[in-house]
Nanobody, 124 residues
Framework: HVQLVESGGGSVQAGGSLTLSCTTSAPTINTATMGWFRQAPGKRREPVAGIYGMAPTVYADSVKGRFIISKDVAKKTLYLQMNTLKPDDSGMYFC???????????????????WGRGTQVTVS
């Protein structure tokens, strides 16, 4: 069973930056489709960013130009660099991963078999 563990959340002022990490127990993440989702209180979970294998990265319109998703294969870790944070960016951030070669689009929760428990981000 693959485990995903997020870290790096915290409280930050608007305009600040945070970098989230997601470490996996899987043997490799080279071929995995991985993504970040977030959920604010009282709202549905929404996609933030995704990466297919080692190449195309995709972003929700609300974070384009501010967030960067990346992988460190050697560390088996997914990152989300978040810049110019806004209060609307607050929420629980979840990491997700799947090793199937194809499936639903990155922004669909059904694309991912494995999920972390989340890390809280608060922007004030």
């Amino acid at each position: 069973h693959v485990q995903l563990v997020e870290s790096g959340g915290g409280s930050v002022q608007a305009g600040g930056s945070l970098t989230l990490s997601c470490t996996t127990s899987a043997p490799t993440i080279n071929t995995a489709t991985m993504g970040w989702f977030r959920q604010a209180p009282g709202k549905r979970r929404e996609p933030v960013a995704g990466i297919y294998g080692m190449a195309p990265t995709v972003y929700a319109d609300s974070v384009k130009g501010r967030f960067i998703i990346s992988k460190d294969v050697a560390k088996k870790t997914l990152y989300l660099q978040m810049n110019t944070l806004k209060p609307d960016d607050s929420g629980m951030y979840f990491c997700a991963a799947d090793w199937r070669p194809s499936g639903p689009r990155w922004d669909q929760e059904s694309r991912y078999k494995y999920w972390g428990r989340g890390t809280q981000v608060t922007v004030s």
